[in-house]
Structure formats: C-alpha cells, structure tokens
C-alpha cells in the first residue's frame, strides 16, 4: 500500500492586518503547491483562535472583517485547504480598530 502525503506548511502563509474605520483587511500570500482555498480565524486573546472559522472557502488572498468592533483588540490566522488537507495556521497577525478622538482646539474655551 502507498501512503501518498501532501505538505502543507504555515511558512508557506504570510498574513498581513490593517485595520480602518469600516474593519480589519487581512491579505496574505501562497507559496506551497496546488491551488487552495482559505479559511480565517480570528480571536480577543492570543493564541486562541479556535473553530468555527470566522470565514472559510476563499478564494482571494484578502478578506475584510467587517464584523470587528471598535476598540477590540483581535488575533487573526489563516489556513490553506489543498485536497482537503487544511493546512497549519499562518504566524498570528493583530489589528485593533481604533477611532481618534476630536483634538482639542486650544483657542475654544470651556466653561
């Protein structure tokens, strides 16, 4: 019997976060072989991003988080599917949506 294996390795994933007002966009590369489809996982702490995904079956290479909230720090990972074998997860990426305050006008006064 011959025990054919597929390698799929997390080094082969580079995710990348940027946060902006409206979510989180994470974009990351494929280097390994095959043509695969992507599932991301995201966490508050971590470490751990644990299943469900928040998103499964992509096939771009981005994905933005609209559902991230303000003020909320997340931990994000991607996994590659090839043949049905998920890969490990990408190394962790964070990103924080946070929304500058007004500055102060020095001139105003406040009473």
């Not at 019997?1 to 580079?14: D, Q």
């Not at 989180?24 to 971590?46: D, E, F, I, K």
């Not at 303000?70 to 990972?77: E, M, Q, R, V």
Request: glycine share 6%; hydrophobic share 40%.
């Amino acid at each position: 019997m011959k025990i054919r294996a597929l390698l799929i390795c997390a080094l082969c994933l580079a995710a990348s976060a940027q946060s902006a007002p409206h979510g989180v966009t994470l974009s990351w590369s494929w280097t390994g072989t095959g043509t695969p489809t992507y599932n991301v996982y995201r966490a508050t702490a971590t470490g751990a991003e644990v299943k469900p995904a928040l998103a499964t079956g992509l096939t771009a290479t981005t994905f933005t988080d609209s559902t991230a909230a303000i003020n909320t720090k997340y931990f994000y990972t991607v996994t590659a599917t090839v043949g049905g074998v998920e890969s490990s997860p990408s190394p962790e990426v964070a990103a924080q949506i946070v929304v500058p305050t007004a500055p102060i006008n020095p001139s105003t006064t406040v009473f």
